[in-house]
């Protein structure tokens, strides 16, 4: 009776937009120098609940990996201790979170009746309510189509960019994972930039004549108002298709490329759960759908995660060079040096299986497997100083420095492809 009490309350607390609070909680950085100091990460992962934000989980680690973790407020200080006792390392990137996901904001606190802004994080009903502006703003350069919709019943808005019919198409995804919200506000800051510019500058006029640009600005949207709702540090989706208690499926890891091999998990409870099937969730069918009705026209993806500044390629199912990898990696490193030429921002490039970790089930793979030879996944700004909580005066330069890599990437594509 008691415990049935407190599941209404838990219901109604959730329903009225309780939202989970990490007062305390820390943020360590630690940087494993050889196999005995991964395998004893590994070890307090296992007796301890640390949340992962780079890699994005235990199993990824290898030595001399840059590792970030959050840890619950009354963890902290065991977790301390015994890094110590082990000669461990470790640096606080964040003394209390609760703080950090305030301080993201401008100033003042997420008040719920901001207007829709560029250099903003914007939650969902503002984003929604963008595409359908933008797209009236600017009926010959853009227009709004809806791709499927999510698990919880949203619709899946696509903006088509660029004039004229369909020609030479770049597919860019935002936000797979939720908490990345760098990532979304890239996308709108795309569109913004390619209608606003349109006419006046030169590439940017010639990119939206000869190329088609689809641009989904959150892939995950469930799991994104999640994230502004009720958790900050939600990942996957929201959907229960595993059928057990934990609820969410990692997008990433659900695309049909070795899926469920390396890099992911079938544990439902894992970060890093790779739902009961290949394309199993709603979000990935509807952007795989997408992609393969519209193989003929798309010749490049780009997808959007934060954080860790790295531009990577296929393949991450594997170690092996893709068949193109001269050429990716050619592309990639002309991508990172115009990125740099604005704010000198570091970017590493690679395969990701090698540069960042290995994964199957990821976007990118699938995409250049199902024939779409130039795929990439950009890692935004941080390298750990916030990680996801990278702050609203940041979303300026993170958006300039990345369109050019960007600019960059497309014009190769109108070029050569
Ligand atoms: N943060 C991304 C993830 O965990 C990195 C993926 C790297 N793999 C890749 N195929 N791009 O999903
Ligand atoms: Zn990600």
């Known amino acids: 009776m008691k415990r049935m009490l407190l599941w209404g309350l838990v219901a109604v607390s959730l329903s009225v937009g309780f939202t989970r609070r990490f007062d305390r909680d820390k943020v360590l950085h630690v940087k494993p120098q050889d196999e005995s100091q991964v395998n004893f990460v590994k070890y307090l992962s296992s007796i301890v609940q640390l949340d992962f934000w780079r890699p994005d989980s235990a199993h990824a680690i290898v030595p001399q990996m840059d590792v970030d973790f959050r840890v619950g407020a009354y963890q902290t200080e065991n977790i301390q201790t015994l890094l110590e006792q082990n000669g461990m390392q470790y640096e606080i990137l964040f003394q209390n979170v609760q703080e950090g996901i305030e301080k993201q904001f401008d100033g003042k606190p997420n008040s719920s009746n901001r207007r829709h802004s560029y250099s903003k994080y914007n939650k969902w009903e503002k984003i929604v309510a963008w595409t359908a502006n933008i797209a009236a703003k600017y009926p010959d350069l853009v227009s709004r189509t809806q791709i499927g919709t999510t698990t919880e019943e949203r619709p899946m808005y696509l903006l088509k960019v660029g004039k004229g019919s369909v020609k030479k198409a770049i597919f860019i995804d935002c936000g797979i994972h939720a908490r990345e919200w760098i990532s979304p506000a890239f996308c709108q800051w795309f569109v913004n930039e390619a209608t606003k ?3 006046k500058n030169k590439l940017m006029t010639k990119l939206l004549n000869r190329l088609t640009f689809y641009v989904l600005p959150v892939l995950n949207i469930d799991g994104y108002v999640w994230t502004w709702t009720a958790d900050r540090m939600w990942r996957k989706n929201r959907s229960n298709s595993s059928n057990t208690n934990c609820i969410g499926t990692d997008l990433n890891r659900n695309f049909d ?16 759960y790779c739902g009961p099937a290949a394309e199993s969730e709603k979000e990935t069918k509807a952007v795989a759908n997408f992609i393969r009705h519209n193989i003929q026209s ?10 860790s500044q790295m ?10 060079l893709a068949p193109t990898h001269d050429e990716l990696n050619n592309v990639a490193k002309a991508a990172v040096d115009a990125l740099s030429s604005l704010y000198s921002t570091k970017y590493k490039y690679g395969p990701s299986a090698s540069t960042i970790y290995p994964t199957s089930g990821s976007s990118d793979d699938w995409a250049y497997d199902e024939g779409i030879k130039y795929s990439f996944t950009f890692e935004l700004r941080d390298r750990g100083k916030y990680g996801f909580l990278l702050p609203e005066n ?24």
Do not use: Q
């Open 197 to 199: 510019t349109y006419g």
């Open 257 to 272: 490329s070795a899926w469920c091999t390396i890099g992911s998990s079938d544990d439902s409870c894992s970060e890093i």
């Open 394 to 417: 940041l979303i300026k330069p993170t958006c300039e420095e990345t369109m050019l890599a960007v600019k960059n990437i497309s014009s190769y594509i109108l070029r050569y492809v």
């Open 298 to 307: 798309i010749k490049a993806y780009l997808s959007f995660h934060s954080y």
């Open 311 to 320: 531009l990577l390629y296929p393949y991450s199912y594997t170690y092996e």
